[in-house]
Nanobody, 127 residues
Framework: QVQLVESGGGLVQAGGSLRLSCAMSGRTSEVYTMAWFCQGPGEEREFVAAISRSDDTTDYRDSVRGRFTISRDNAENTVYLQMNSLKPEDTAVYFC????????????????????WGQGTQVTVSS
C-alpha cells in the first residue's frame, strides 16, 4: 500500500508561482505512473499532468502545457508540480495520484487509471 501527502499549496497573485510536492511512503517500489489532478469549486476533478517512474515520459493538459512542469525524485520518493504564470482559473484543490501500471494515453488522463490518492492541497490564485 502507498500513502501520499501533498504540500506546497497557498494563496498567490496571478502571474506568480508555486511548487507542489507529493511525498510517497509505503510500498513505493510498486508505483509506476504518478500524476496531479485538480478540482475547482463546483467542478469535477480533472487531469493536470503525469510522469512515469522509469523514463520521465510526461503528459500535460493543454491549458497548463508550457506553464506547469511535473518532475519526480525517485530517491526522495517525491513528485513535484512547478506551477508558473498562475491564473485565477488555476484555483483548485490539487491532488496527487499514483498507479502501479503502465497506463494507456486515455487512462493516464483519467481518474480511473489511478488507485491511490492524497488528501489534496488548496491553491488559490487572486486576480
Amino acid at each position: 500500500q502507498v500513502q501520499l501527502v501533498e504540500s506546497g499549496g497557498g494563496l498567490v497573485q496571478a502571474g506568480g508561482s508555486l511548487r507542489l510536492s507529493c511525498a510517497m511512503s509505503g510500498r513505493t517500489s510498486e508505483v509506476y505512473t504518478m500524476a496531479w489532478f485538480c478540482q475547482g469549486p463546483g467542478e469535477e476533478r480533472e487531469f493536470v499532468a503525469a510522469i512515469s517512474r522509469s523514463d520521465d515520459t510526461t503528459d500535460y493538459r493543454d491549458s497548463v502545457r508550457g506553464r506547469f512542469t511535473i518532475s519526480r525524485d525517485n530517491a526522495e520518493n517525491t513528485v513535484y508540480l512547478q506551477m508558473n504564470s498562475l491564473k485565477p482559473e488555476d484555483t483548485a484543490v490539487y491532488f496527487c495520484a499514483t498507479s502501479p501500471l503502465v497506463l494507456s494515453a486515455e487512462l493516464t488522463s483519467s481518474e480511473t487509471g489511478y488507485s491511490t490518492w492524497g488528501q489534496g492541497t488548496q491553491v488559490t490564485v487572486s486576480s
